[in-house]
């Protein structure tokens, strides 16, 4: 069954640096999002991606975010200054349409740790 | 806005028998959907069960069904025959039918642990 991809799994950086966050999304489908979980804590919406924009985003999403789907396979999410409380689990997901019958599927997700 | 919500932290169940995750929901829509999402210690988030909104029938997927009450705004999710493998933490969440974008608004999660 086709996955969606994450790398890397652990991405340690330190405060003040850029961080490139990738994903591979299951290569049929349209819809890209993002979405982070603090340890311990419930997963939050960062942002959706559609026909090449930001569909939505959440207010976690500032300026220091920006998404990028760079190659038609690759959908990218980089914080430009990391600070300590971006360190979380980042999740990318992808669906073929936004529709109930099309699942959202997850990748095994990057942990972000900032020192 | 919408929000989700599990008051149960931390639940814990003997293997083999049935264990009832609660979640409660708030909108205005009357269009919309629930989900049952469960993460297990490998992180990956999996689709367990889904409901519509307009279904007054439960979802029901093998051992896993839930008791959805749309005037309460309640979703609960009852595990049947609770299995070593179940243990995870759960995850319920809405999507609002209307949106374009169908993003997923999650609850606080519940851990369950199933004992031997």
């Known amino acids: 069954e086709p996955e969606v991809t994450q790398t890397p799994s652990h991405q340690v950086t330190q405060m003040g640096q850029e961080v490139i966050l990738r994903c591979v999304p299951i290569s049929n489908h349209l819809y890209f999002y993002w979405y982070r979980q603090i340890l311990g804590q419930k997963v939050e919406f960062l942002v959706s991606f559609y026909n090449n924009e930001i569909s939505e985003k959440s207010e976690i999403f500032d300026d220091q975010f920006s998404v990028e789907r760079p190659d038609g396979s690759n959908f990218t999410l980089k914080i430009r200054s990391t600070k300590l409380e971006d360190s979380a689990m980042y999740f990318c997901a992808s669906r073929m349409d936004r529709v109930i019958n099309s699942p959202l599927h997850f990748g095994n997700g990057t942990r972000l740790t900032v020192t | 806005a919408q929000t989700v919500t599990q008051s149960q932290p931390e639940m814990s169940v003997q293997e083999a028998e049935t264990v009832t995750l609660s979640c409660t929901y708030d909108t205005s829509e009357n269009n919309y959907y629930l989900f049952w999402y469960k993460q297990p210690p490998s992180r990956q988030m999996i689709l367990v069960i889904r409901?519509?909104?307009?279904?007054?029938q439960n979802a029901t997927e093998n051992r896993f069904s839930v008791n959805f009450q749309k005037a309460a705004k309640s979703f609960s999710l009852k595990i049947s025959d609770s299995q070593l493998g179940d243990t995870a933490m759960y995850f319920c969440?809405?999507?609002?039918?209307?949106?374009?974008?169908?993003?997923?608004?999650f609850g606080q999660g519940t851990t369950l642990q199933v004992k031997p």
């Open positions: 969440a809405f999507m609002n039918g209307s949106s374009n974008t169908g993003k997923l608004i």
């Open positions: 409901q519509e909104a307009y279904k007054q």
